[in-house]
């Protein structure tokens, strides 16, 4: 790493200015505010940072907190990340600056063999047992991510173990650290936000349930998300997998799950199920779950479980994982088809999302997709501040202005009458950049009543 003739132009314009108001270089970053430094090296690269460091000693103990922010650790085989271990014990004046973390595998490059080939033993493994001690030793961490690598855990046979539930989160306090199976304790310490890419048990192209939630559980943190993981699923191991989870150790304030519209029924079940056992009670506020067949009756009253136990009032934010597409069953335009989802129990619940999949090829639905969301609304508390529709496979502003279809009109009835306390409805289209400003201007003749309160927003449906 060296500084770059831009970076060092910018260190000269920064030294010039100090100049001319009779600083030297080794007293401008004792006088300058400590928040006008922070701001100035919170946003450079990391040259920059180094090109700094070597101005002067206050520069460097200015720029090092801002050099050590962020690691990313990889490995290019077997192994462990103990040695990083060691690395931190003999730098503890380092370890005391690193708040973001990266874990992870070097993969050959493309095209001498892809990532998703890549035998499993040539990964690095992490065990729970490590992730412990790494906290410990890094006390301003806020986010790790774990990447491509191979998680050490229960294996899926395993006996049922029985622990205390943790406690329940009340309004507007940080969740309660749970208790760690192995003895160890982390206090009060969370982590911002934990993220698992890629990651799969060891000796397995997937992942185990036990095997994820006890990594999951060995560090505390407001936000979980994960993806590419594949959960691992074995009909003669299913039931002992569930049962030998421990109940309620699980304890997050937000799960991000990637929607994967290839997974079995049976696996989102079992991966629901699981879910529900682990988590604590009334410990979300944030949920997205993975991609669910919403004609399946056992999944939604598994993902029901999961909102009533691990949400109630303590969830602000829900994104349902399922897709409104195709026929509309004979009962899901009913309110009591949608009770199973116990929604009627989120009192407090601000942000909603529902997605529809509009097919100009398909056959016309019993009823309008807006008569399920209705439906689904009608259990929603009035505490509704916004109202995301995403509408998937628009191709024309017809689609939009559909009666038969969509309907969005009786949708603006409901939001009227029902929510007084809206702030936002956005409606997020699936349509080509061409056709979006007619496609918005239908959607705005159709809802005019929530165009009339002025919080209607039309947007592009983009991937993320």
Not at 170 to 181: F, L, M, V
Not at 190 to 197: A, E, M, N, S
Not at 213 to 234: K, N
Not at 254 to 273: C, G, K, T, V
Request: include cysteine; aromatic fraction near 6%; proline fraction near 6%.
């Amino acid at each position: 790493m060296y500084a770059t003739p831009q970076d060092n132009e910018r260190i000269g314009h920064l030294t010039q200015g100090l100049d001319r108001v009779g600083l030297t270089d080794a007293q401008s970053c004792l006088v300058l505010p400590i928040d006008i430094c922070d701001t100035i090296f919170e946003f450079a690269p990391k040259p920059t940072l180094l090109a700094c460091s070597c101005v002067s000693r206050a520069w460097r103990e200015a720029a090092r907190p801002h050099l050590f922010r962020a690691l990313k650790i990889l490995r290019d085989g077997p192994g462990s990340y103990d040695d990083f271990l060691q690395f931190l014990d003999e730098n503890a004046d380092i370890a005391r600056y690193i708040r973001d973390l990266t874990l992870g595998y070097a993969a050959p490059p493309y095209p001498e063999t892809s990532k998703n080939f890549v035998p499993v033993d040539t990964r690095p493994v992490v065990r729970r047992r490590f992730l412990v001690t790494l906290v410990e030793k890094l006390p301003r961490l806020e986010e790790l991510r774990l990447s491509g690598i191979l998680l050490d855990g229960p294996d899926p046979s395993h006996t049922a173990v029985t622990l205390p539930l943790a406690t329940s989160t009340s309004e507007g306090a940080r969740c309660t650290a749970p208790a760690i199976a192995d003895g160890s304790k982390l206090g009060s310490f969370r982590l911002k936000w934990f993220l698992i890419v890629d990651c799969r048990s060891v000796g397995s192209n997937a992942c185990y349930i036990p095997t994820l939630v006890d990594i999951l559980s060995a560090v505390p943190a407001d936000t979980v998300q994960m993806r590419d993981v594949y959960i691992s699923f074995s009909l003669r191991h299913s039931l002992g997998q569930i049962k030998s989870i421990p109940e309620g150790q699980l304890d997050v304030c937000a799960l991000f799950m990637d929607a994967n519209p290839f997974r079995a029924e049976r696996q989102i079940r079992y991966l629901y199920d699981a879910l529900r056992r682990a988590f604590a009670p009334r410990c979300l506020r944030r949920l997205r779950l993975d991609y669910m067949d919403r004609t399946s009756n056992s999944g939604l009253r598994s993902l029901g479980e999961i909102i009533r136990r691990a949400g109630g009032d303590a969830l602000r934010d829900l994104e349902l994982p399922f897709v409104i597409d195709g026929p509309v069953g004979l009962s899901e335009d009913t309110q009591e088809h949608w009770s199973v989802l116990h929604l009627d129990e989120c009192r407090n619940l601000e942000a909603l999302k529902i997605s529809l999949r509009l097919d100009k090829h398909g056959p016309v639905p019993r009823v309008p997709y807006s008569a399920v969301c209705n439906a689904i609304l009608a259990h929603i508390s009035p505490t509704l501040r916004r109202l995301t529709i995403t509408l998937l496979l628009v191709y024309g502003d017809e689609q939009i202005g559909c009666s038969q279809t969509v309907c969005l009109g009786a949708l603006d009835d409901v939001l009227e009458g029902r929510f007084p306390g809206l702030e936002v409805v956005q409606l997020e289209m699936q349509v080509r950049e061409a056709m979006l400003p007619e496609c918005m201007k239908e959607a705005l003749e159709v809802m005019p009543k929530i165009k009339a309160r002025g919080i209607l927003k039309v947007t592009q449906w983009r991937f993320v």
